[in-house]
């Protein structure tokens, strides 16, 4: 499965390569402050750090080498980051005695990956000091990750500038996870992307894995639901329920800290096979679950699930996170570099 991808995708890759190149090349920012509008250039740091792509690489390959599933988690970092005012890094910064940060809010508790952008971001200020920002290290971290895990690769713009403010009440931003098909769309189209940019990233779900609080609802009669939820294919919830005992129990330790793979089977390699339990109702998560009730969204997950369109995947994801890794940018002189992820200068 992931081998027929990996050879579909390269028959596709100069298509997709030309498809996101010429995507980037209009891309402009999100911002209104001064500075705004200055788009974000693949070739930044040509001149200023020419071996970031390379280092950043590097330590992403090694790290993803030695554990496979943090490719799931630097994708989710960046996802995280950027439905939260903007891909400005703002997931990376610390709670404070008086502020509480978006990595320390309820959605953000299974986040990770921190240390390892820390050890990127180290390495890059030794190389050229004060001159990567940790919103483009995430942007090619991602990317370097879906790549790592035999998916597609694609030019990552660059340019964006760190913020300086995180809230854990700005969340709220974030897609909601039990909320349904037309709240998601509402919830991308808040972020400049439409329903097809939903379902195909959506499809990052065929990597990494969901703790038991996240989906123990769908197994067990629940308040306004006399049942499980039907959506879900019988056999499946009653292989999930062997590993998240009971709904009112998931928050307890021991069923807190039981995972379930999002794509089982395939959960470290990048391909089409999370549509394919989707389309057979075994979509983990109840956002899978929902790609089902809605036309196009439906459509295109029983066109994945097919397996013949890998191809088409693969180039629709690269062109989706370019989209998405431009969301409400900072450039210019707004922001800041910062020389540590976790703090503001």
Not at 179 to 206: I, P, R
Not at 213 to 229: H, I, N
Not at 245 to 268: M, R, Y
């Amino acid at each position: 499965m992931a081998a027929a991808a990996t050879t579909c995708c390269r028959r596709s890759a100069p298509a997709a390569l030309l498809a996101v190149a010429a995507l980037l090349c209009t891309t402009t920012t999100g911002g209104s402050a001064a500075g705004a509008g200055q788009p974000l250039d693949v070739g930044y740091y040509n001149k200023t750090c020419p071996a970031a792509e390379e280092i950043v690489r590097n330590e992403t390959a090694a790290a993803v080498r030695e554990s496979p599933d943090l490719a799931a988690a630097l994708l989710r970092l960046h996802y995280h980051d950027c439905f939260v005012q903007g891909c400005d890094a703002s997931v990376l910064l610390d709670s404070t005695p008086t502020n509480t940060a978006e990595k320390d809010a309820m959605p953000n508790g299974s986040l990770r990956g921190f240390d390892l952008v820390a050890r990127v971001k180290d390495r890059l200020e030794r190389a050229c000091p004060a001159t990567v920002s940790c919103a483009d290290i995430l942007a090619l971290m991602a990317r370097d990750a879906v790549a790592l895990s035999k998916g597609p690769s694609w030019p990552v713009a660059l340019g964006r500038r760190d913020g300086r403010t995180s809230s854990a009440g700005s969340c709220g931003e974030l897609p909601p996870l039990h909320g349904d098909v037309n709240l998601l769309v509402q919830a991308f189209a808040a972020k400049g992307l439409d329903v097809k940019d939903l379902v195909v990233l959506s499809g990052a779900h065929t990597l990494g894995k969901a703790h038991c609080p996240s989906y123990a609802d769908r197994l067990y009669p629940s308040a306004g639901c006399s049942t499980a939820d039907p959506a879900l294919d019988a056999r499946y919830a009653d292989r999930l329920r062997l590993r998240c005992a009971s709904a009112n129990n998931a928050d307890d330790d021991s069923s807190s800290n039981s995972t379930s793979e999002l794509d089982p089977g395939s959960c470290v390699t990048f391909d089409t096979s999370y549509y394919r339990h989707v389309a057979r109702r075994r979509g983990l998560l109840r956002s899978d679950a929902y790609l089902l009730d809605h036309r196009f969204t439906r459509a295109y997950v029983l066109q994945a699930a097919s397996g013949r369109y890998d191809g088409h995947f693969f180039h629709d994801f690269a062109v989706s996170m370019a989209k998405m890794a431009s969301i409400g940018v900072l450039t210019g002189d707004q922001g800041e570099i910062r020389t540590k992820c976790n703090v503001v200068n």
